[in-house]
Nanobody, 125 residues
Framework: QVQLVESGGGLVQAGGSLRLSCAAS???????????VAWFRQAPGKEREFVAV?????????RYSQSVEGRFTISRDNAKNTVYLQMTSLKPEDTAVYYC??????????????WGQGTQVSVSS
């Protein structure tokens, strides 16, 4: 298990940008480095949706959902045990609670065993 804490959410106007952070505790650092990390989001009344994933440290491969490709960028800073999601050109439909998760590289929530508590992103039109 990896302890994850998300931050960086907030309210932004359409077209704006936000950067979300997903930080692992120091005790979880080794496991975090060996894990793929993904961002998922869940809007009210909708199922949890894949956003982006980055592979374990040392083999940086990324994948994005079609809805965010070209607007969002996922990256990781191994020294800080942190994964980022840079979001640009935000749209009202990006409004959701964003969760980070650590586990096996995929776009399915079922392969991720550790989850953060979520951070709210709201985009106004």
């Amino acid at each position: 298990q990896v302890q994850l804490v998300e931050s960086g959410g907030g309210l932004v106007q359409a077209g704006g940008s936000l950067r979300l952070s997903c930080a692992a505790s120091a005790a979880s650092g080794r496991t975090f480095s060996a894990s793929a990390v993904a961002w998922f989001r869940q809007a009210p009344g909708k199922e949890r949706e894949f956003v982006a994933v980055i592979s374990r440290s040392g083999a940086t491969t990324t994948r994005y959902s079609q809805s965010v490709e070209g607007r969002f960028t996922i990256s990781r800073d191994n020294a800080k045990n942190t994964v980022y999601l840079q979001m640009t050109s935000l749209k009202p439909e990006d409004t959701a609670v964003y969760y980070c998760a650590a586990g096996v590289y995929s776009n399915s929530p079922g392969t991720f065993g550790s989850w953060g508590q979520g951070t709210q992103v709201s985009v106004s039109s």
